[in-house]
């Protein structure tokens, strides 16, 4: 678990206050909140930061994949399921509490339950190696079921990667249900995560993969050696989202969260700090051939996806 401090350090600067000073201690019960998120640091940190700031609530963050904090967001802990794409919240909407009445917005693109709020939107893109393919680059979906790429894509885990089973479920739509067995089929070993996918290709122990935009880009700021490729058969803009956990011992501290993260600062962060894009159209950008996604769709077709993936995957050459 994280203790996220910086806040308190850097007001201990600005008052002079010694290093050895007394501890800050936590506030009585009503004070806090538990945010667990799948978002990187560089991320969520200073959002978290300025939500303490302005609210006192006194706020940890507890890190892992989507999936497995998933597994444990009812645990009585945790307050708010964050940063998750949206058709893995959907495909468990009952282990949440309405969000009705709270202020959240309740976007279209949000499943009917209203369980779910949209925090930020990211793309789906291709991407690839610079310094490794040089002629005939990927150009689309359909790339990835060329036999010239066997062995070359970094893919997660979509046991333990929210993303990978976004990726698999556009593929899907696009593509065909046959499409799932000759991608899975294109790969030579799974990766654990989005972060580790990106940072394989940008070291070259890869040479293209499917990846959010915004982890991309963020790789690219770094001095990583990638091309990011819009796919041809259009942009799908996908959805993170908060959610309250059924069991979550501080609901109302956890609205107020939500209401900060859909309110225009933050979702100008968003814009200008961390590659996502904020949900208001108004605020965001325009991405050519944009595709929605239909998160509620694809969470109810979540398991013969993964179903068609485990076959697809077992079977492989």
């Given at each position: 678990?994280?203790?996220?401090?910086?806040?308190?350090?850097?007001?201990?600067?600005?008052?002079?206050?010694?290093?050895?000073?007394?501890?800050?201690?936590?506030?009585?019960?009503?004070?806090?909140?538990?945010?667990?998120?799948?978002?990187?640091?560089?991320?969520?940190?200073?959002?978290?930061?300025?939500?303490e700031s302005r609210t006192g609530i006194w706020t940890e963050v507890e890190t892992g994949t989507a999936p497995g904090l998933l597994s444990r967001c009812g645990d009585g802990r945790c307050d708010v399921l964050l940063g998750c794409e949206m058709d893995l919240l959907a495909a468990s909407g009952e282990a949440f509490l309405s969000l009705a009445g709270t202020g959240a917005s309740l976007d279209p693109m949000c499943p009917p339950s209203d369980t779910f709020a949209p925090v930020s939107l990211r793309s789906l893109v291709l991407i690839y190696n610079s310094r490794l393919i040089r002629q005939n680059p990927?150009?689309?979906?359909?790339?990835?079921?060329?036999?010239?790429?066997?062995?070359?894509?970094?893919?997660a885990d979509p046991e333990d990667s929210d993303f990978s089973r976004t990726a698999l479920a556009v593929i899907r739509t696009e593509l065909g249900d046959e499409a799932i067995e000759a991608f899975a089929g294109n790969l030579s070993r799974l990766l654990p995560d989005t972060q580790s996918v990106v940072e394989a290709v940008a070291e070259g122990s890869f040479c293209l993969a499917l990846a959010p935009e915004d982890a991309a880009l963020r790789a690219m700021a770094e001095g990583a050696a990638l091309t990011v490729v819009y796919p041809s058969e259009g942009v799908f803009r996908i959805a993170q989202a908060a959610a309250v956990p059924a069991?979550?011992?501080?609901?109302?501290?956890?609205?107020?969260?939500?209401?900060f993260l859909q309110g225009e600062d933050a979702q100008r962060y968003n814009l200008d700090k961390s590659g996502l894009d904020p949900v208001p159209e108004d605020l965001g950008r325009r991405v050519e051939r944009e595709r929605f996604f239909d998160a509620a769709a694809a969470g109810q077709e979540q398991p013969s996806l993964m179903a068609l993936w485990q076959a697809g995957w077992e079977e492989r050459p």
């Open positions: 678990m994280k203790r996220i401090i910086a806040l308190l350090l850097l007001a201990a600067v600005l008052s002079g206050c010694a290093v050895g000073a007394p501890d800050v201690q936590p506030p009585e019960e009503g004070g806090r909140l538990t945010v667990y998120t799948c978002l990187d640091e560089s991320v969520y940190a200073p959002l978290i930061l300025e939500f990927p150009t689309g979906l359909r790339s990835l079921l060329e036999k010239a790429w066997q062995g070359q894509i970094a893919f069991a979550a011992p501080h609901p109302d501290n956890a609205a107020e969260l939500i209401a």
